[in-house]
């Protein structure tokens, strides 16, 4: 998504929590193609970080003119079935339902609020969301997860009539586009067979909807875009 906005002309601030080379990485990345590019740390279930992260782009780059939300919590619920006691039997964990809302929807809320007047200046600005397809049909055993990208999208289309006229604000539901690490093959093949287009997306894909959100989607606001290769479309 960084790059892709790069190409569109940004300069771009990247935020990370601790993939801070590969955000570096990034950035040397984007002055590469002649922009400018920073990056900011901040922990985004830390409340306190969200008015610092925002301070220090706006900071950076001068003013800002689109946000995006992309950073996310997925982790699944605790095993109903574990035995651990620190497990409830019904496989709810307060502190792992926190944790999930707060990255998830509660910091994307709030950042957007510390962004606005800055987004509101001259033409006006964009915020992009990345939701998930999974925010209408929960998954068995990710229902932090799930429900927090429903409380997403709810934010997205609240903050759409709120803001506007001089901010849009829509999001992005990926179905596939990058998986798991601990997914094998299997698990993998048994996924992208119930995708209509019978393939995986790529993290390329979603950036350049966020790129053609950002750029061209002028008359686009207050909605959530599926981008999954059909998956939504089944049962």
């Given at each position: ?18 993939s801070e ?59 109903r079935h ?5 497990v ?56 932090a ?91």
């Open positions: 998504i960084a790059t892709q906005l790069a190409e569109a002309g940004c300069d771009v601030a990247i935020h990370y929590r601790a080379t590969e955000a570096l990485e990034v950035a040397e990345e984007i002055k590469g193609m002649g922009r400018r590019a920073f990056v900011v740390f901040g922990d985004l279930d830390c409340e306190g970080d969200w008015q610092r992260i925002i301070d220090a782009a706006v900071s950076d780059l001068g003013g800002l003119d689109v946000l995006v939300n992309s950073a996310s919590v997925f982790s699944p619920d605790p095993d574990c035995n651990q006691n620190s409830p039997a019904d496989g709810f964990d307060d502190s792992r339902w926190a944790t999930t809302y707060r990255v998830n929807a509660l910091a994307p809320a709030t950042l957007s609020r510390y962004a606005r007047p800055h987004l509101e200046k001259g033409d006006g600005g964009v915020i992009i969301n990345l939701s998930d397809i999974s925010a209408s049909k929960p998954w068995r055993g990710y229902l997860y799930c429900s927090s990208k429903a409380a997403l999208n709810a934010i997205t289309v609240g903050c759409a009539k709120a803001f506007g006229p001089k901010i849009r604000v829509n999001a992005v539901a990926p179905g596939i586009a990058v998986f798991p690490d601990d997914y094998d093959s299997t698990l993998r093949k048994k996924l992208v067979d119930r995708v209509p287009l019978l393939r995986e997306g790529t993290p390329g894909e979603v950036a350049k909807l966020v790129r053609f959100l950002c750029e061209d989607g002028d008359y686009i606001t207050g909605q959530v875009i599926a981008i999954d290769g059909g998956r939504s479309l089944v049962s």
